[in-house]
């Protein structure tokens, strides 16, 4: 199973999820900051960001505080049982990546993941992650899953970027002379790169010699001009060069393009 095979995007789940999406303000702040140490930290500016997530058997609230010029946060509410929990729980991170500009939403999804993983065990319920599962397939053999486990939905970074964008490195054709527009991810920063090359996969190869941690998502057979055009579009998402920090929407355009 693969990362877009794990998630169903749609409409009405992003409808969904920012019903119920949450701003905290800085009376709850406070409340927290007694509460929890790591709160705290962000509040008195020595740490930037922390989450957590509060639980009341499976109805769970996942939460983000984060000194962004000044401290806020927000937090999502729902039932960890409900249909497309994990379809939500990435959404939010997508979300909460759009909203602090700072964040990998993979990264925060994962994160949220675990510590959900750690709630759950602390309750007796066994896990086992999406991750395990392969491992036991591919590498032991195994087949079946442990009795009674919850299998928890973790994603790899670039595979899910990989599967998103849907791009087949084996059947892509290079023909010689034409330029390319070209989109490539740095799993590192969470950065994605919006370049132009006579041969997108050499310029990866090169990239990931200095940052391993590098995946073509997609190519276009276009002139530089469209290249040109997608820099002024997301000129606000510029991190440095040709260099961006894309939220899902802005990826979902380009997947579709």
Request: glycine content about 6%; some cysteine.
């Amino acid at each position: 199973m693969n990362g877009t095979e794990r998630i169903n995007w749609g409409k009405e789940l992003e409808h969904l999820i920012y019903n119920q999406i949450y701003d905290i303000d800085k009376e709850q702040i406070s409340k927290l900051a007694r509460e929890i140490i790591d709160v705290g930290s962000v509040v008195r500016g020595i740490n930037k960001k922390m989450f957590f997530i509060k639980a009341n058997d499976l109805r769970i609230q996942l939460y983000y505080i984060a000194d962004d010029d000044d401290v806020k946060g927000h937090y999502l509410d729902y039932e960890f049982k409900q249909e497309d929990c994990y379809e939500m729980i990435l959404l939010y991170s997508f979300f909460i990546a759009g909203e602090y500009r700072f964040e990998n939403p993979i990264k925060l999804y994962n994160g949220y993941v675990h510590t959900i993983r750690q709630y759950l065990e602390s309750i007796n319920i066994q896990t086992i992650t999406m991750s395990e599962v392969q491992y036991l397939e591919h590498k032991l053999g195994y087949e079946g899953l442990p009795f009674g486990c919850v299998v928890l939905k973790d994603l790899p970074e670039i595979d899910f970027y990989r599967d998103l964008f849907g791009f087949d490195y084996f059947k892509f054709k290079r023909v010689e002379d034409q330029k390319y527009v070209y989109l490539l991810y740095n799993g590192n920063n969470g950065f994605f790169k919006i370049g132009y090359s006579k041969n997108p996969m050499k310029r990866e190869k090169t990239l990931q010699a200095e940052e391993p941690d590098i995946a073509l998502l997609k190519i276009w057979e276009r002139d530089m001009s469209f290249e040109k055009s997608l820099h002024k579009k997301y000129f606000k998402q510029r991190v440095r060069g040709e260099w961006f920090r894309l939220t899902f929407h802005e990826l979902w355009e380009l997947r579709e393009l």
